[in-house]
C-alpha cells in the first residue's frame, strides 16, 4: 500500500504524461481505466456473495469472539 506521498506523486507524474500525450492515447487510457473499475467492481460484487454464502452456511461470528481468537494467537 502506498503511502499518501507517494500516491501525490505517482498522480502528478501520471498527469504530467497524460498532457502531453496525444488525444488517441488519452482515449486508449481512459479505455483502460474503465475496464480496470469495471473489473474491480465485479470482483467486489463476487466477494459480497461469497460472504453472503458463507454466512448462510456457517453463521456469523461477533466481534467479541473475533477479538477473543485475536487474543488468543498472540499469547
Known amino acids: ?10 498522480i502528478r507524474d501520471i498527469n504530467l504524461l497524460l498532457h502531453q500525450a496525444y488525444n488517441d492515447t488519452l482515449d ?3 479505455a ?3 475496464q480496470i473499475d469495471e473489473l474491480e467492481d465485479e470482483e467486489d460484487m463476487i466477494a459480497v456473495k461469497e460472504a453472503r454464502e458463507d454466512i448462510q452456511r456457517n453463521g ?7 477479538q477473543n481468537e485475536i487474543k488468543q494467537d498472540i499469547a
Not at 500500500?1 to 505517482?10: C, D, F
Open 1 to 10: 500500500m502506498k503511502t499518501e506521498r507517494e500516491r501525490e506523486a505517482i
Open 28 to 30: 486508449e487510457v481512459y
Open 32 to 34: 483502460q481505466l474503465k
Open 60 to 66: 456469523t461470528v461477533t466481534w467479541s469472539e473475533v
